[in-house]
């Protein structure tokens, strides 16, 4: 079985990679093409991939492409994470943002809008490629703004693209560990958009254990999320939001955090990979030693360990709780979250995830086609999203004003209409003048080439 991973020269490709050198399964992947814009990157992450499989029997056999065409051709799979822009795209949206005294978080208000408008061009023509080239094959897509390019993408590929995200999966591990469940037979009632969910009850052995949590000061303040919101605010609410939820509930807060920050977290990014990617170059003709232990994986691992360590840096800042615990660092794993989905969907194995999906009947607020974020059942025949309850009200506002959002970047990327990206920013609850709506786009375009379709 092959996989295509589009973003080959992606810093958390590895992580993929180890997932698939642990699965022994019969049908595992045996090949896999890396494809990505920038060369350098790809030979770089290539090295990392060769000292995973070292010593390791039938490792799946790596090769690298620069060319579309040949990556998809024959693929059974295609997981996407592009950066377009990449991290200097990013910086930059966070910097214009808070220029205007808003949020510029990558997939979260005027920057989250800037990297869609930007991303979602893209991301369709990698669909219509897809369909041309490899029409039986599933694309599990990653890039952010996930729900936002997955809904791009399905117009395009219907129910044969599917995102994920690791957000969810953490937290209901964290919210199982520190209640003495194992997330393994735990059923998670989890609901909403990428980025806009709320983790509403977790059940096991036939009872729903988070009203148990709620109810215990000291033990709902004992893990990240915890931590981040405080106990008042989750026991008000009656649910765990997801960590992005903290731009929404804390803005001005997370607002001043970030302006006072030495770097805004895409910057630190930006620096951070172009440092690792330089120390690979530097000795790759040479064979000299980079990481800690002599190798490349080595300065992989303690590059990533940084990464983990300094997630949402800010917002802990703004909410006066310091650095992640240990048992916090852990994320999701969206590599196993892709793996599973390739296992169900390629073995029929029946499993269930929380998946980005198109909607269908599951919330009635909103149309058949809008993707929301929300456990799945997968076997041979994709992701289907189960029933849930309604959402509550504060829940309701929140998640149809981002679909408008959504819906109006769509618009835009489709009709090149500068009056429907100005509609875009305006209607995000985070943006509060239609003046600074139109003052960030004509910000947006003049630092980003990829914008000049939308000057209108």
């Given at each position: ?28 992947v ?33 090769t ?46 005027a ?174 003709g ?7 232990d ?17 997630y949402?840096a ?33 073995r ?85 003048s ?23």
């Amino acid at each position: 079985m092959r996989l295509t991973i589009l973003g080959g020269g992606g810093f958390r490709v590895p992580l993929v990679y180890g997932a698939l050198l642990r699965d022994r399964a019969e049908g595992r992947v045996d090949r896999v093409t890396l494809y990505d814009v920038d060369a350098a990157r790809l030979g770089a992450v290539a090295r990392v991939l060769a000292e995973q499989a070292d010593g390791v029997a039938d490792a799946p056999e790596v090769t690298v492409t620069t060319d579309l065409d040949d990556a998809l051709r024959g693929t059974d799979f295609v997981f996407s994470a592009i950066r377009v822009g990449g991290l200097e795209g990013r910086a930059a949206d966070e910097r214009v943002a808070l220029a205007e005294g808003v949020l510029g978080q990558e997939t979260v208000g005027a920057g989250g809008i800037a990297y869609g408008l930007r991303t979602v061009p893209v991301a369709v023509d990698i669909a219509r490629r897809v369909a041309a080239l490899a029409p039986d094959a599933w694309v599990i897509n990653f890039t952010n703004p996930a729900g936002l390019v997955t809904e791009a993408m399905s117009r395009v590929l219907g129910d044969r693209v599917i995102g994920i995200c690791d957000s969810p999966v953490g937290l209901g591990r964290r919210v199982a560990r520190v209640l003495g469940v194992d997330p393994d037979r735990a059923w998670f009632d989890y609901v909403g958009l990428n980025h806009l969910g709320w983790l509403r009850g977790l059940w096991a052995g036939g009872r729903d254990h988070l009203p148990r949590l709620l109810a215990d000061p000291e033990l709902l303040g004992s893990f990240e999320e915890g931590k981040l919101f405080g106990p008042d605010w989750l026991r008000s609410i009656g649910a765990i939001p997801n960590e992005y939820l903290h731009y929404y509930y804390f803005n001005r807060e997370a607002v001043r955090a970030y302006q006072g920050a030495e770097r805004t977290r895409g910057a630190y990014l930006r620096d951070q990979q172009a440092g690792f990617y330089a120390e690979l170059a530097d000795h790759g003709g040479t064979g000299g030693a980079v990481g800690g232990d002599g190798s490349a994986l080595g300065a992989w691992h303690r590059t990533l360990a940084d990464r983990e360590a300094t997630y949402m840096a800010a917002n802990r800042d703004a909410a006066g709780v310091g650095e992640r615990d240990d048992e916090d660092l852990g994320s999701g794993g969206y590599e196993q979250v892709a793996l599973a989905l390739m296992r169900a969907v390629a073995r029929n194995e029946s499993a269930t995830l929380i998946l980005n999906v198109r909607n269908r009947t599951t919330l009635s607020v909103l149309d058949a086609d809008a993707v929301i974020e929300v456990p799945c059942l997968v076997d041979a025949n994709g992701a289907h999203p189960v029933s849930v309850d309604p959402l509550p009200y504060h829940a309701v506002g929140l998640v149809t004003s981002v679909k408008a959002v959504e819906r109006a970047v769509l618009a835009a990327a489709e009709s090149g209409s500068r009056e429907d990206a100005v509609r875009a920013f305006a209607l995000h609850p985070l943006v509060d003048s239609v003046a600074v709506a139109r003052r960030l786009l004509d910000a947006y375009t003049d630092v980003h080439p990829g914008l000049a379709y939308l000057r209108g």
